[in-house]
């Protein structure tokens, strides 16, 4: 199954299908025809937020679903699958591929994700994980601790990378070079040639969502280009 998985979203694009409560297309029936026009349009795998929107988009697309839970909790800066909770909900929902942040930060809980993850693998031996990393050396990490899958998702979004330009080719480079788990490109990609740019690198897939799925902030960056 996992190798199955692996192979069905190898050299494709995965669209992010997401929508939070405070943008104007928040419903899982959206986000599940959002996921069906993505998969008529050539995706091999959909990028999902939430147990509920997961199971809403299985019912009519069958493609791997990645799926995470973002959870703020006071006090601490992750948010993308922070604890077991969300990782067995997303189990139940069917998520083929489970995303959580991959950084060195703490999460609710006060642990780390090198003292998490050994015991989300031990009670889910045959799940497909995906490490949402900042650094190379995130992704150094979270491969030595049996992530199946390095994706860029946070590079630019903490505090350590903050102002990095993205998509970061750079970083993708290193780790298609050094890594032996699949690289997944995910973070800024808006534009034909930068996706082109991001498997010259050597990636196994690559995620796009804004770009695709968040129609008010496709229309600021038209709008953005008006000339005064």
């Given at each position: 199954m996992k190798?199955?998985?692996?192979e069905r979203i190898k050299?494709?694009?995965?669209v992010s299908c997401q929508a939070l409560e405070t943008e104007p297309l928040y419903s899982s029936y959206i986000m599940g025809r959002m996921a069906y026009a993505a998969m008529e349009g050539g995706a091999v795998g959909i990028r999902a937020n939430t147990p509920v929107d997961i199971v809403e988009i299985k019912k009519t697309v069958d493609l791997p679903v990645i799926g995470l839970h973002k959870v703020v909790t006071e006090g601490y800066d992750v948010y993308i699958t922070p604890t077991m909770a969300e990782v067995d909900a997303l189990v139940e929902a069917g998520a083929d591929i489970i995303a959580l942040d991959a950084t060195d930060r703490k999460r609710a809980g006060d642990v780390t994700i090198k003292e998490l993850f050994p015991q989300i693998r031990e009670k889910y031996p045959d799940m497909l994980f995906m490490?949402?990393?900042?650094?190379?050396?995130?992704?150094?990490?979270?491969?030595?601790?049996?992530?199946?899958?390095?994706?860029?998702?946070?590079?630019?979004y903490t505090k350590e990378t903050e102002g990095t330009e993205i998509p970061c080719y750079e970083l993708l480079r290193k780790m298609c070079g050094n890594l032996k788990i699949p690289v997944i490109a995910e973070g800024g990609i808006w534009e034909r040639g930068q996706l082109q740019e991001a498997f010259a690198c050597g990636i196994h897939a690559a995620v796009v969502g804004t770009a695709i799925t968040r129609p008010r902030e496709i229309t600021r960056r038209f709008v953005d280009a008006i000339p005064n």
């Open positions: 190798k199955n998985v692996a050299g494709g694009l995965v490490a949402d990393c900042s650094t190379y050396e995130d992704a150094l990490q979270a491969q030595e601790l049996g992530f199946d899958f390095a994706g860029t998702t946070l590079c630019g």
